[in-house]
Every structure is written in structure tokens, then in C-alpha cells.
């Protein structure tokens, strides 16, 4: 999916607004939704930080909803259910920076070796357990393919060598961060 620059913000704009109009428990924003490709169904995270200092991050990996609503939900979700993190103050909301990372569709791997980093995010499951990192992960912490591969392993509660056994499957994808 290619967004233009106008998608792009009208995107931002709406994760904002659905953020804002929480605290006034008012239901998500629509605004108007013109682009056929905002009504694409698409998976997306959106990452809210402020001063630099992750906030918090949330996301579908694959498409259920039209892109627009799932970054309401996520943006919403991102600012008020991150366990991570204690839900976002009013005050917080004029400080946020907001990423907003589309994906494309996964695709499986048999070879660690076919992630490139900076391009690919990645997706770990083995049994029960699944973690994901987004691909400017690995670019933000300065990390290695070998390293991007153990912290997507740990995040998905398995030991970090986890990779290298047959029985995990490893998924990539690429984003369109803005």
C-alpha cells in the first residue's frame, strides 16, 4: 500500500482526535473519510512517544477493519490499554509524537538470513507464544540481524535462540512509517 502525503496526515490527525475525544467520551472520530485506500483493510500500529521515550504501541498485524478505523482503535488502544504503561494523562496529549507503521502482509521464512534490517519487521510463533517488532526496531537500538532475531524471540516469551529451531516460524513484513 502507498499512501499519499494527505493520507498520511489525515491518518496522524485521526489517531490524535480519537485520543483527544476519549477524554471527553465522545466515540471515535470519523472525519470524513474520502480515500478509497484509507478504506482498505490494512494492518497498522501506531507508537505514541513523548520527549523520544516510547509511550506506548499497539497493533493489528493483519487487516480486519478499513486502515482508518483500525488506527482510531489502535490509537486509542496505544494511549490507554499498553499494559506497559499507566493510561495517558490529559496534560500528556499536546506532547505526544505519533508513528504510525502500516504493514504489509506477512510472508514466511525458512531462512533468518532473508532479514534485511531496516527493511523487514518480524513475527515469531511457536506454539502458544507470538511476539512481534516492528521493523525500525532493530534500526532505532542499532541491532544486528542476530540480535533483531533474539529480542523478537524474548518478546514472544521464548528463549532467544528460539530461531534456530525448526518448530518456530518466522514471518516478515515491511511498513510504511510516517
Given at each position: 500500500?502507498?499512501?499519499?502525503?494527505?493520507?498520511?496526515?489525515?491518518?496522524?490527525?485521526?489517531?490524535?482526535?480519537?485520543?483527544?475525544?476519549?477524554?471527553?467520551?465522545?466515540?471515535?472520530p470519523?472525519?470524513g473519510?474520502?480515500?478509497?485506500?484509507?478504506?482498505?483493510?490494512?494492518?497498522?500500529?501506531?507508537?505514541?512517544?513523548?520527549?523520544?521515550?516510547l509511550?506506548?504501541?499497539?497493533?493489528?498485524?493483519?487487516?480486519?477493519?478499513?486502515?482508518?478505523?483500525?488506527?482510531?482503535?489502535?490509537?486509542?488502544?496505544?494511549?490507554?490499554?499498553?499494559?506497559?504503561?499507566?493510561?495517558?494523562?490529559?496534560?500528556?496529549?499536546?506532547?505526544?509524537?505519533?508513528?504510525?507503521?502500516?504493514?504489509?502482509?506477512?510472508?514466511?521464512?525458512?531462512?533468518?538470513?532473508?532479514?534485511?534490517?531496516?527493511?523487514?519487521?518480524?513475527?515469531?510463533?511457536?506454539?502458544?507464544?507470538?511476539?512481534?517488532?516492528l521493523?525500525?526496531?532493530?534500526t532505532?537500538?542499532?541491532?544486528?540481524?542476530?540480535t533483531?532475531?533474539?529480542?523478537?524471540?524474548?518478546?514472544?516469551?521464548?528463549?532467544e535462540?528460539?530461531?534456530?529451531d525448526r518448530?518456530?516460524?518466522?514471518?516478515?513484513?515491511t511498513?510504511?512509517?510516517?
Amino acid at each position: 500500500m502507498h499512501l499519499t502525503q494527505e493520507e498520511k496526515d489525515h491518518l496522524k490527525e485521526l489517531a490524535l482526535e480519537s485520543i483527544r475525544t476519549k477524554f471527553q467520551n465522545e466515540p471515535e472520530p470519523e472525519l470524513g473519510i474520502e480515500s478509497e485506500t484509507l478504506k482498505e483493510n490494512c494492518g497498522a500500529f501506531v507508537t505514541l512517544k513523548i520527549r523520544g521515550s516510547l509511550r506506548g504501541c499497539i497493533g493489528l498485524v493483519v487487516g480486519m477493519k478499513p486502515l482508518y478505523k483500525t488506527i482510531t482503535e489502535m490509537a486509542r488502544a496505544a494511549a490507554f490499554d499498553d499494559p506497559r504503561f499507566t493510561p495517558l494523562a490529559e496534560k500528556e496529549v499536546d506532547k505526544l509524537e505519533i508513528e504510525i507503521s502500516v504493514l504489509s502482509p506477512l510472508e514466511k521464512i525458512d531462512d533468518p538470513n532473508q532479514i534485511e534490517v531496516g527493511k523487514h519487521g518480524i513475527m515469531m510463533r511457536r506454539g502458544y507464544h507470538s511476539g512481534l517488532l516492528l521493523p525500525q526496531v532493530a534500526t532505532e537500538y542499532g541491532w544486528d540481524r542476530k540480535t533483531f532475531l533474539r529480542h523478537t524471540c524474548l518478546k514472544a516469551g521464548l528463549p532467544e535462540n528460539a530461531y534456530q529451531d525448526r518448530a518456530t516460524e518466522i514471518q516478515i513484513f515491511t511498513a510504511e512509517i510516517f
